[in-house]
C-alpha cells in the first residue's frame, strides 16, 4: 500500500459548533491503482483528500487517525516536502489553480525550478514534454490560461502535477466541469498517463459512472465515514452497503433499461450533531432497532495487491439478500422506521 | 397535436469584443449562437436539448422564451409571433410561459424570504393579493412542500438543495404556465436528491399538461425527462427524434460520439473507444458546409462544400448527415 489512511478525524470549528467533516476514515491506495473515493456533497471526500496532503482550511484540524505515506506517518508538519515530489494534486477547477497573469508554461517552469531542482533551460525542456506526455501542443506553453479551453486548462493542470514525477496523484473531480467529450479524452489521457508512469491515484469523484470507467476501486463514504470500499466490479456490480444499493437505483444510466430512478428520501444527517449508530439509519430501509444505537465497524482484509470488499452494515451477512430487495423501487419509498425527522 | 411552440429558421448573433485590426477593417465579429434552428413543438410534449457547452442549446432556450430575440428566423407560441407581441399580449405569455433556473443555490434572491421569491411572479403579473395564499399554496402543493408553513418565512441558505429546488418549481408553477423551459435544472444536485425532483419534474409536468423543453448536456438523464431529443453542435440541430432511438441507434457521426462519451455506472460495460478527435472548433469561424466535418470520421468532400440539410429518415426523425441522404 503506497498510502494507508486510519481512523482519520478531522474537525471544523464552526459558529455552529465543531463539524466532524471525518470522522473515523479508513481506507489504503494499493501502489499502481487507481482507487475512486465517491461520495455526496458534505460527505468528507474532498477534506480527507486535504488532510492527506496536510493542507487543511485554517478552521480545520486533525483530531484522531494516521495516514500513512511509504511506510512512514505524516502529518501537516512533514507533509509540504513530499507535495509535488511525491504527492501531487490536481483540481477540480484548473482555472482556479492556474494564475491568470502568466503563461502556462512559465508556471509550469516555476514549479520545476522553486520546487525541483531544474534548471531554467532543463525546466523549458521539461515543460515542453509535460505538454507533449498531456496531449497538448508545446507552442501553447506561452498562452494564458484564459486562451485555454476548460479541457486544455485540465490538461495543464494535470501536467503541471505531473512535473516532479510524483508517485501519488491525488485528483478532486477532475471531469467535473467538463463536456462528456472532453471528459472522456481526459479520463483517457489519466488513464493512459497512470499506465505509462506507473502511478498511484487518487480520484474524489459524485461520479459513480466515472468511478466504474476509470477506478480499479473503490471507497464509498457517507456523513464523515467509509461504509463501502473495494475493487470497483464488486462494490458497483454487488453493492454491500444499502446506502451503495440506493445510489446505484438514483444514478442515471444511458444503457439501462430501466426507466426509473429511484431516490433515496431524506438528506444526509448534520456533521454537527451526527446520529449515534450508522449514519444512513434514517434513510435507509432496511435498518434495524439495533442500527441507531451501534455503529457498524468495517473490516480492511486484503485480496492479493489489492484490498478486498467490506461493507459497514450490521446486516452485512444479508447484503446479497437486500440487494434483491433494493432493486425494487417500493422498497425507497417506505421510509425508514428509524426516521429521526 | 397541434404544434405550441415552433421554431423557424432562427439564427442569432452575438456581437463579440472586436481586435484593433478589426476595427480598423471595420469587421464584425459574431459569435454564431445560431445558425438556422427549425423545429415545432406539439402541446404537452417534452422535449430535450443535449449538447455541449457553446452549441447553442442555452441561447434557443431563452429565444424561446423571448428573453433575447433572434437575429433572423421567427419563433410563434401558440400561433401568435413572438417578435410582435406587445402589451396585454405579451403579458400574457409571460404569465404562460416559465423558465425553471439551473441552479437552485443562485436562482433565489437570498435577501428575500421563500414567501417572497414565490410571490413575486403573481406581484409582476398583477395577481390580486388576495389571491397569493391559495396559489401560492397550490404550488407548493404540486412540489410536495404541503406543510408550507415551515418554509414561507424562512430565507434560502437555511433549506437543502432538494427543497430549493423544489421552491424554484413552485415559483415556475405559481402562474400556472402552459409552457416551461428548464435549463440544466438538477445538475446542481446529488445524486440521491435528484432522482426525486426529475420524477416530481415528470408528474408535476402531466398533472398539469406542460409542454416542456429540458436543457441539459447529460444526454443519460434526459433519457428519464422526455420522449423526444434534440441533438445540438454548434449552433445547429444535427439530430432530431424518439430519445431512446438516440441513445439505441444514434444515426449522427456526433450523436454516436456523445452516446459513446456517456460514462455509466456498470463497470462491467464494454469500453468503445470515442469515434472522435479533438475540440470544439470556434463558434466564430465555424468550418463551412457540415460544422462537424473536421472531427468526423466519415467526412467526404462534399461535407465541406455544403451544409447537410436537417431530413426526415423516419417517422419524428431527422438527421442532418450527407450519408444519411445518400
Redesign the interface.
Known amino acids: 500500500m503506497i498510502l494507508e489512511v486510519d481512523g482519520l478525524q478531522i474537525h471544523y470549528g464552526t459558529a455552529g459548533g465543531t463539524v466532524r467533516a471525518v470522522d473515523g476514515a479508513s481506507f489504503a491506495v494499493p501502489e499502481g491503482r487507481i482507487v475512486g473515493l465517491v461520495g ?2 458534505g460527505c468528507g471526500k474532498t477534506t480527507a483528500v486535504r488532510a492527506i496532503m496536510g493542507v487543511l482550511a485554517e478552521n480545520g484540524r486533525r483530531a484522531g487517525g494516521r495516514v500513512v505515506f511509504k511506510g512512514k506517518p505524516i502529518d501537516e508538519t512533514n507533509t509540504r516536502p513530499l507535495l509535488w515530489r511525491d504527492i501531487a494534486y490536481v483540481p477540480q477547477s484548473a482555472m482556479s489553480s492556474l494564475d491568470p497573469v502568466y503563461t502556462v508554461g512559465a508556471q509550469i517552469v516555476e514549479v520545476l525550478t522553486k520546487r525541483g531542482r531544474h534548471g531554467k533551460t532543463a525546466a523549458r525542456a521539461r515543460a515542453a514534454e509535460l505538454f507533449d506526455l498531456v496531449g497538448l501542443s508545446e507552442n501553447r506553453l506561452r498562452d494564458y490560461p484564459h486562451q485555454f ?4 486548462r485540465q490538461r495543464a493542470a494535470i501536467a503541471m502535477a505531473l512535473a516532479l514525477e510524483p508517485s501519488l496523484l491525488l485528483a478532486d473531480e477532475p471531469v467535473t466541469a467538463l ?7 481526459i ?2 489521457t489519466l488513464r493512459a498517463l497512470q499506465q505509462r508512469l506507473k502511478l498511484s491515484m487518487v480520484l474524489v469523484t ?8 476509470l477506478c480499479d476501486e473503490v471507497v464509498v463514504m457517507y456523513a464523515g465515514q467509509v461504509i463501502e470500499s473495494g475493487p ?2 464488486e462494490v ?2 454487488r453493492p454491500r452497503h444499502p446506502y451503495t444499493m ?11 433499461d430501466a ?7 431524506g ?1 444526509p444527517p448534520d456533521l454537527a450533531d451526527p446520529p449515534p449508530g450508522c449514519r444512513f439509519t434514517p434513510r435507509c430501509p432496511f435498518a434495524l432497532a439495533a442500527c441507531s444505537t451501534r455503529p457498524a465497524a468495517i473490516g480492511s482484509d486484503r485480496a492479493g495487491a489489492g484490498n478486498a470488499h467490506v461493507s459497514a452494515c450490521l446486516r452485512d451477512g444479508e447484503a446479497d439478500h437486500l440487494r434483491t430487495f433494493a432493486l425494487d423501487p417500493v422498497t425507497w419509498q417506505r421510509s425508514s422506521a428509524y426516521a429521526t425527522s | 397535436m397541434a404544434a405550441l411552440v415552433s421554431v423557424r429558421d432562427v439564427v442569432k448573433h452575438f456581437p463579440v469584443s472586436r481586435s484593433l485590426g478589426e476595427v480598423v477593417r471595420r469587421a464584425r465579429p459574431v459569435v454564431r449562437a445560431l445558425d438556422g434552428v427549425s423545429f415545432e413543438v406539439g402541446a404537452g410534449d417534452a422535449v430535450a436539448i443535449v449538447g ?2 457553446g452549441c447553442g442549446k442555452t441561447t434557443l432556450g431563452r429565444l424561446m422564451l423571448k428573453l433575447v430575440e433572434p437575429t433572423t428566423g421567427s419563433i410563434s407560441f401558440d400561433g401568435a409571433a413572438l417578435g410582435g407581441l406587445k402589451g396585454p399580449a405579451l403579458r400574457e405569455f409571460r404569465r404562460q410561459a416559465q423558465l425553471v433556473f439551473q441552479n437552485p443555490f443562485d436562482a433565489l434572491n437570498p435577501r428575500f424570504t421563500i414567501y417572497r421569491a414565490v410571490a413575486e411572479p403573481l406581484v409582476n403579473a398583477g395577481i390580486a393579493e388576495a389571491e397569493h395564499a391559495d396559489r401560492i399554496a397550490a404550488a407548493f402543493r404540486r412540489v410536495h412542500l404541503p406543510d408550507l408553513d415551515r418554509y414561507l418565512d424562512k430565507y434560502p441558505h437555511q433549506l ?3 427543497q430549493l429546488q423544489r421552491v424554484v418549481l413552485a415559483r415556475a408553477l405559481v402562474l400556472a404556465p402552459r409552457f416551461l423551459v428548464a435549463d440544466e435544472p438538477v445538475s446542481m444536485l ?7 425532483i ?2 416530481l419534474m415528470r408528474e408535476v409536468r402531466d398533472a398539469m399538461g406542460l409542454t416542456a423543453i429540458y436543457i441539459s ?5 434526459v ?2 425527462l422526455c420522449d423526444r431529443t434534440l441533438v445540438m453542435y454548434l449552433g445547429t440541430i444535427v439530430e432530431d427524434g424518439p430519445t431512446e432511438e438516440i ?1 439505441r441507434r444514434p444515426r449522427h457521426p456526433y450523436s454516436r ?13 464494454s ?1 468503445q473507444p ?1 469515434p ?1 478527435k479533438g ?1 470544439v472548433p470556434d463558434a466564430r469561424e465555424p468550418p463551412s458546409g457540415c460544422r462537424f466535418r473536421d472531427r468526423c470520421p466519415h467526412a467526404f468532400a462534399r461535407c465541406a462544400d455544403e451544409p447537410p440539410p436537417l431530413r426526415a429518415i423516419a417517422d419524428g426523425h431527422r438527421v442532418a448527415c450527407h450519408l444519411e441522404i445518400a
Open positions: 455526496e456533497s479551453s476548460g479541457g486544455m463536456d462528456v467529450i472532453v471528459q472522456r479524452q479520463l483517457d459524485h461520479d459513480i459512472s466515472v468511478v466504474a470507467y470497483v466490479r458497483l456490480g440506493g445510489l446505484r437505483n438514483a444514478f442515471p444510466d444511458l444503457m439501462s426507466l426509473e430512478l429511484v431516490p433515496i428520501a438528506s | 455541449e457547452s437543502s438543495g432538494g446529488d445524486v440521491s436528491v435528484r432522482a426525486g426529475l420524477a448536456h447529460d444526454l443519460a438523464l433519457r428519464y441513445v460520439a456523445l452516446v459513446a462519451a456517456v460514462p455509466v455506472p456498470d463497470p462491467d460495460q469500453r470515442l472522435i475540440n
